[in-house]
């Protein structure tokens, strides 16, 4: 009997400490992802309030300062911005950024009323059409309908792609802007730099053959240096405080489109900031056998630009790093999670699996080669050894304003990070 009560009572402290994990990942998810926090961008400061909020969850769990006076690393970027005014009219009416349209990130500004130039995809399939149809526009707009692609086969889809290319960005293309029209799901990017001219992905049902103008309003800024920073601290360990695992996420998004228009950005990545997060605050509660620090990397969306700042002046010895996890998209894994760079560091590969087979945490951990597609890139490079994992299945809203936290399911997120700390407790 007493037995029996003992079990109870670890098993109720267990599952309490569970659905805490949980509703902290949910309240840190909910604020980044938030309208206060602009999308965490550059556009009203919304990276700096990121940093600001993560430095202070970092204080209260007790995390050291990365270097001797401060959580943060700071660095420049350049990137451009829409922080103003954002409008598309069409017959009058006012489309709606983001759900109707997307400005292309490296857009220019423009302002008035063009006459539009209609062509499609399928119209544009050889050099000498092209030639004509850059003549035709002037100073008009050209709109390529890139709906039907049915009959197009892999080698025309190549030549169009590479014309489309050239009207967005080649300076030999003298038109005013691009329209492309089309049905497939908005997504938008950040830009580092500023492009030639305006171009805009249209998704909303028109009849676009009784469609001769536009009404267009970008007020688009480049701000050539603009000071961001990265976020970082650390538990020192119990036993081996000179090795360091660590564990990172990049806590930038795309920011905002206009004055109305902000990408939440609740997936990418403020899932990933509250695992790192949850994590700190596991290790602040229950010390570490090795020294643990904890990165909310920015500006990852312009080009992994925060992780090439960490790992080019790095606040650490780069060579006590026992292991590094990159957490991007940690909010679903209804279909498990992947791991990149599995193949490459097998043995710990094999080391998570096992965990993950004996506690029955996630439905499946997929393996992956290399690739550098998020922030651990530049410290594999610097030859940390790493993971990037990710989640899988779910909702997949992506870049887009859809990625909101009121609809992300967090459907793995308790077991996510029990796998994780079980890893770094057997690394
Ligand atoms: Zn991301």
Redesign the pocket.
Known sequence: MKKFKFILILLSVQLIGLSQDLDYAKKVIQKLSSVDFKGRGYVENGDKISADYISAEFQNLGLIPITRKSYFQKFDISVNTFPNRVSVRIDGNDLVAGSDYIIESSSPSISGKFQIIKTSRSQLDNDSKLVSLVNKAGNSIILIDSRDRKNENPEATKKIDEYINFLKYSPQANIKGLIIYTSDKLTWEAAPEQGLRPIITLIKDLDINSLNSIELVVDAKFIPKYETQNVAGSIKGTTDSDSMIVVMA?YD?LGKMGKDTYFP?AN??AS?VAMILNLAKHYSENKPEYTMVFIALSA??LGILGAKAFTDNPPIDLKKIKFLVNF??AGTGEEGVKVVNGSVFKDKFDLLTKINKEQGLLPKIDIRGAACN?DHCLFYQKGVPCFYIYTLGGIQAYHDILDKSETLPLTEFVDYCKLMIEFFNKI
Do not use: I, V
């Open positions: 990049h998004h950005g990418d990545n990933g990852e969306e991007d998209l998020s």
